[in-house]
């Protein structure tokens, strides 16, 4: 980890700030400190909106092959590196090691996915109906991004925004969540190493997200945000982005239902759960917020999980046989501190967990509760923690009302053996992704998004490239 950057990406270089301000970086398990790293303010963003201005119509020409032979190599350097970026994720954010060598294939494949888009952008041709003119399409890059990224996922989050503008010829700054620039920095390192030109990504750690962010917003030549995060925040930046007219793409929060029926598999229903629920802790947009279970299995089903989620081993994300490593920070802790409480006070049965452990470290138990009322805070907040909230339903109809009863529409999942009632409650599920008899859909092919407050557009998939390009009609009279 030593070798790891520390200073701002700019224009190729590392450098440190203006000001020379640092920030602290800690190991959310211990809650030592394990780097500083430069804390930018408006200047630096400033010299990196130049940098990626500048660099913009030189790398808007280049060979989409030259763009796609860059992401390529990348990727290979990011799978070489497993083992030292899993090392550095698990330092800064806290999942186990096992899950951190996970993302760190999920955001390679990012890169690989991009390099095979990039030399796939295609326009189109042909006459208009009147016949006196030719319509020729092509498409261009969007021009200058900025990339903002969440600390739940350091490095795909990252990927997912990098991969698709490197290969539609954007330049960008990316700016990461203060908890984890780590995985950010390294991963600009690894470009530079694959070739990508100077300029083209620009890298600004900062605790002043607002001071830095907003004078780029409002500056007319940032071109494009693209955000992941929270709606609270995302909503904020929408209103930024509307007075130069900024093209946006929002990736924001969750609140997933996930629905058992009476003629689930309780075995996949059980297995499903587990990774709705549990992966990164419970730290995911994409994580199940609300158990809908009918009420002739929900006993079975409670029982079943929280026998498997007390079986889980929580600890230091760095230590052998872990499952469950810390949350991000106190804050986070406290979040999911007081949701249980409040659901236990009006009335939720505690199966298993919900008791803060002594001793350092943002550590919480898996917890699964049972009989939970409806008006429970943690019913319309994202928990953001391993904590499962069971409610019963009797009926297709009511439970539809109820899943959809909320702003936002990520993602639900559905767990049923009859395929007729799988398709007509995913139609009617108001989600961007749906998991039928499966608590994972994240993959680099699929487009990932959501419908109402969690978001707009896609990120991945054929589609993903589409958000960092423009069309451009050429009318040619037919001569
Ligand atoms: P967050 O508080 O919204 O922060 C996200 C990013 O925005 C961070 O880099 C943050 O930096 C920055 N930010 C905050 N305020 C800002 C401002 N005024 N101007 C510019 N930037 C600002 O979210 P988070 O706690 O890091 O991440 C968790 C959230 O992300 C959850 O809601 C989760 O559902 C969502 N998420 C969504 C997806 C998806 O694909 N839909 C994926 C992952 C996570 P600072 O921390 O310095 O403020």
């Known amino acids: 980890m030593t070798d790891t950057p520390t200073q701002l990406f700019i224009g190729g270089a590392w450098v440190d700030a203006v000001d020379g301000a640092t920030l602290p970086v800690d190991d959310p398990a211990t809650g030592e400190i394990i780097a500083h790293v430069a804390d930018a303010g408006p200047k630096d963003a400033r010299l990196a909106e130049e940098a990626a201005v500048q660099a913009q ?49 999920y955001a390679a494949e990012f890169f690989r996915w991009f390099s095979e888009e990039a030399v796939r952008i295609e326009g189109g041709a042909g006459v208009l109906p009147d016949g006196r003119n030719r319509m020729l399409l092509s498409r261009r890059p969007v ?47 690894i470009l530079k190493e694959a070739g990508l030109p100077d300029g083209v990504l620009n890298v600004v750690t900062t605790s002043r997200a607002g001071e830095v962010v907003e004078p780029l917003l409002r500056g007319g030549k940032i071109r494009k945000l693209s955000f992941t995060g929270s709606t609270g925040v995302g909503r904020l930046l929408l209103a930024q982005c509307a007075d130069t007219v900024v093209r946006t793409s929002m990736e924001l929060g969750g609140n997933a239902p996930f629905v058992v029926f009476e003629d689930a598999d309780l075995d996949k229903a059980v297995n ?37 989620m007390g079986s889980l081993v929580v600890g230091p994300g760095t230590r052998d046989g872990v ?71 009797d009926d ?46 994240s993959n680099p092919a699929a487009p990932f998004g959501g419908v109402k407050q969690s978001g707009l557009g896609r990120e991945g998939g054929r589609v993903g490239i589409d958000e960092f390009l423009e069309y451009q009609y050429l009318a040619v009279p037919v001569g």
């Not at 060979?63 to 994720?89: F, G, K, Q, V």
């Open 272 to 308: 499903g759960a587990m990774v709705a629920k549990m992966r990164n802790m419970g730290e995911a947009c994409t994580a199940a917020n609300r158990f809908f279970v009918h009420r002739s299995v929900a006993e079975e089903f409670g029982r079943r999980l929280a026998e498997r």
């Open 57 to 105: 119509q030189d790398w808007a020409r280049t060979a989409p092959r030259a763009r796609s032979e860059i992401l390529r190599r990348a990727y290979e350097i990011i799978l070489e590196r497993t083992d030292e970026l899993a090392h550095l994720m698990t330092a800064e954010m806290g999942k186990p090691l096992a899950e951190a060598r996970g993302e760190v294939a």
């Open 323 to 393: 499952d469950v490593g810390p949350l991000i920070d106190a804050n986070g802790r406290a979040k999911v501190e007081e949701l249980v409480a409040d659901a236990v006070q009006r009335g939720a049965e505690v199966l298993v967990g919900g008791r803060t452990p002594q001793g350092p470290g943002c550590f919480y138990p898996p917890t699964v509760l049972a009989d939970v009322d409806p008006e429970s805070r943690l019913m319309d907040t994202e928990i953001f923690g391993p904590v499962a909230a069971i409610l019963t339903f």
């Open 143 to 189: 021009g200058p991004c900025l990339l903002i990224t969440p600390w739940n996922f350091p490095l795909a989050m990252g990927t997912r925004k990098i991969g698709p503008a490197i290969a539609a010829g954007c330049t960008m700054i990316l700016k990461p969540a203060p908890q984890t620039p780590l995985s950010s920095l390294a991963l600009a390192g």
């Open 396 to 441: 297709e109809d009511e439970v539809v009302r109820r899943a959809n009863d909320t702003p936002w529409g990520l993602v639900g999942y559905v767990f049923t053996e009859g395929l007729d009632r799988a398709l007509r409650i995913s139609e009617r599920l108001e989600v961007g992704m749906v998991g039928l008899n499966t608590g994972l859909v």
